[in-house]
């Protein structure tokens, strides 16, 4: 049943206090509701497919932590896994053989990786692939998209200069000229952007990194034209493809988006699912790149908790459970049906949009034409979104506080809550204009 009006004065009152101790009150800004207007809702506990807030309201949840709850909240062989690891130690600094567990579990899912390093968070997979990938090649330049997120490292936090194909300018403050000139940023599904930069600096592009199917600016898929263009320029020029697969990984498809597509990069990143949803990321690759990283190679990047015992057993049990009783033919059928429904109520109630899906992941834009890069998913109706995203709130359904976030579910939520979501899009649309 949806829950009429749900207060929410726990969640203020924390809000309040939170705000004079961490930075805007939160810890990381998506969770601010910046995208949609008013203050965040407090978490007290999760479950399956339901998040339960302070004020003892209970939401069914799209956000799945963003991603690494594929297979529902407090599953209780994750959870009796972290719990058995906990009894034994939470840190060492000195390897254990779940290490390896969890590296043989990502490198049989992802054939392309042949080496694999164990960090903390998507962030460093994204940051250590980056400065091996200039390492291994001895060139500086790299080349990423705008609307694709990388997390915050400095050099990817850059956002297009005036002319196609030139040199990034910084997005944040704090980002040096010194940290974004090095990095180009191009439009996702330009194919001919790519052939034009490679014809500009044909020896200097370190590699190229992309989300390949894109979560951060809503859901936008790669045309086949644009894999087929990135991978052919980058082995043609001696660059390095890395995709990142923080988002997509284990959850397009066990294989993630490569496996999808039938594509090889040379590196990939993940994070999110592969930690079971606690603080762990990965990368890897060819062992002729990943072999530069140090004590093998020369080049440094190291981790007081990376390969944390906690985070290797709920990763390395999320991994062999999906593994071995894969959610991904189920999480099909109903995201086909939680698509499809959604987009249905938008039109019932004659509001121009696209739905865009890859599996489990989706979003759907306000706009009146299809996503394909940021420019075109920048025109998407902010105002109207918000309006959704609250009405939905009203009805007991959490769905993404931001236009341009994916939206995921997990194998936890049942036929019936994904038509009770339909039910609700549908109550909540048909009173917007
Ligand atoms: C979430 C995300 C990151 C950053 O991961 P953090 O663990 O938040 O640092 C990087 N890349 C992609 C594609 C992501 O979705």
Known sequence: ?????????????????????????????????????????????????????????????????????????????????????AEKGTSFGAPTENESRLAELIMHAI?????????????????????????????????????????????????????????????????????????????????????????????????????????????????????????????QHGSILIFDEVMTGFRVAYGGAQNVF????????????????????????KSSIMDNVMPAGKVFQAGTLAGNPLATAAGATTLEILRDDPPYAYLETQASRLGNGLKSAADAAGLPSQMQRMGSMMTLFFNEAPVVDWPTANRSDRKRFA?????????????????FEALFFSRSHRPEDIDSTVDAAHRVLAKLD
């Open 1 to 85: 049943m949806p829950q009429a009006n749900p207060k929410r004065q726990n969640s203020q009152t924390a809000f309040a206090k939170a705000k004079n101790l961490i930075p805007g009150g939160v810890n990381s800004p998506a969770r601010a509701f910046h995208g949609v207007g008013g203050e965040p809702i407090f978490i007290s506990h999760a479950a399956g497919q339901f998040l339960f807030d302070i004020d003892g309201n209970r939401y069914l949840d799209y956000i799945g932590s963003w991603g690494p709850m594929i297979l529902g909240h407090a599953h209780p062989l994750v959870i009796e896994a972290i719990q058995k690891a």
């Open 262 to 285: 039938g594509i090889d990069p040379d590196m990939t990143t993940l994070g999110k699912i592969v930690g079971g949803g606690l603080p762990l990321a990965a990368y890897g690759g």
């Open 387 to 403: 309006k959704y995203f609250w009405g939905l709130i009203e009805e007991g359904v959490y769905m993404p506080c931001s236009q």
């Open 111 to 235: 054939p392309s990786i042949e080496r694999v390093r164990l960090v903390n968070s998507g962030t460093e997979a994204t940051m250590s692939a980056i400065r091996v990938a200039r390492g291994a090649t001895g060139r500086e330049k790299i080349v990423k998209f705008s609307g694709c997120y990388h997390g915050h490292v400095d050099s990817l936090l850059v956002a297009a200069g005036s002319a196609a194909a030139t040199l990034g300018v910084p997005d944040s403050p704090g980002v040096t000229q010194g940290n974004s000139k090095d990095t180009i940023v191009l439009n996702y599904n330009d194919s001919d952007s790519i052939v034009e930069t490679f014809r500009k600096f044909p020896t200097e592009i370190a590699a190229i990194i992309l989300e390949p199917i894109v979560g951060n600016m809503g859901t936008v898929l790669p045309s086949p034209q644009f894999l087929k263009t990135l991978r052919g320029e980058t082995t």
